[in-house]
């Protein structure tokens, strides 16, 4: 039996995951930083123009949860800094560990 992940910014649905997202873009280097208001906050250098930040979210997800970029759907807030990011393939606590840092 799945452990359940009691983080309030990833919903298991399915095989999926809903992570709830904040990005801050024009960043000086893409990062998670911490949890803030629910949401994981992503740190992005990308602007908020045409779609880049978007776009720079999906590759840095891809990447920190090891999975391709066409398991990964903004599925809401595409022109908001508050998203709705879903992956599929990937648990709620793989997501979690992946994405947060360890605890010192």
Known sequence: MAVPVVCPWIHEQGNAVLLDVLVS???????VVAVHDNRIKIQLCAPPTDGQANDA???FLAAALDVARAQIEIVGGATSKRKSVRVVGITGQRAMLRLLPPRQ
């Open 57 to 59: 979210l999906v590759r």
């Open 25 to 31: 873009p024009r960043a000086s280097r893409n990062r």
